[in-house]
């Protein structure tokens, strides 16, 4: 009997080798797929941080204006556009301007389109059906020339007769700071250049085309010596040289495109006409 439990001894002894090793490699197992379960999870984790990373910064830049264009007639609109020319924001500059951007939607569309939905609303065609009302564009951007171009194909700018004009972006915030639409500010500066004492309050609810005629009537306007803000009176010279030319190979030498004789716009739509 001792030699037969002898015998079969080292049998056991096998088997309990393999419980042991089969034991063994199913914790070797657990603990490998516990640790591919938490690779997941970090991949997974740092995946959904870059893609939240990425998303903050697009918004971002999506939200950040870089440019700006304002829309004068009597109600002053000024629109805020993103890097890719859309958009974001939208604000009246006096109280007609106020009424007509409370009333419109413009946010995330394409400048142009924009500004032909901000022409054709009822209240901003009423201002431009008036006699001798003037429609200014004034743009303030590192893309100047080119939403310039834009504004100048949109339909509503041939339509009426737009004239356009640009602005450094020191301008843009003195002009908020005062309560002004840039083309208002610009106004503003060269009739106080001119010595015509008059506040940013009253630029804001006389139309253009009555600032316009009171800058021609100052001395200084009548002799062609319309000043321009300090900080750009160089860039402001050079772009109403070139306007000035636009006009006379248009056959308009005034530069409006609506034979008023005025001078200070720099784009006539002349050329759409």
Known sequence: ??????????????????????????????????????????????????????????????????????????????????LFDRVIAWNGYNDDGEAIAQG????????????????????MEQCLAKEGAQLVFTVSSDKEEELTAGIESCQGYILHHGTCTSAGTEEVHEAHELGLSMGRYRVYLELQQAGVEITPEECQNLTMRELMDLLEETPSSSNGESAASSSDSTASSSTMSGSSHHGEENGHGNGTGNGDGYQWGKHSSSGHE
Request: aromatic content about 10%.
């Open 104 to 123: 419109l939607d413009l946010y995330n569309m394409p400048y142009t389109q924009a500004v032909d939905t901000l022409l054709q609303d009822s209240q």
């Open 1 to 82: 009997m001792n030699r037969i439990q002898k015998a079969f001894s080292p049998v056991q002894a096998e088997t309990e080798l393999k419980e042991k090793t089969v034991e063994f490699l199913h914790i070797q197992a657990a603990r490998k797929s516990g640790a591919a379960k938490r690779f997941r999870v970090y991949a997974a984790a740092c995946a959904a941080l870059v893609v939240l990373v990425a998303g903050i910064i697009f918004y971002g830049v999506y939200t950040t204006p870089v440019s700006y264009i304002s829309i004068d007639v009597n109600p002053s609109v000024e629109l805020e556009l993103n």
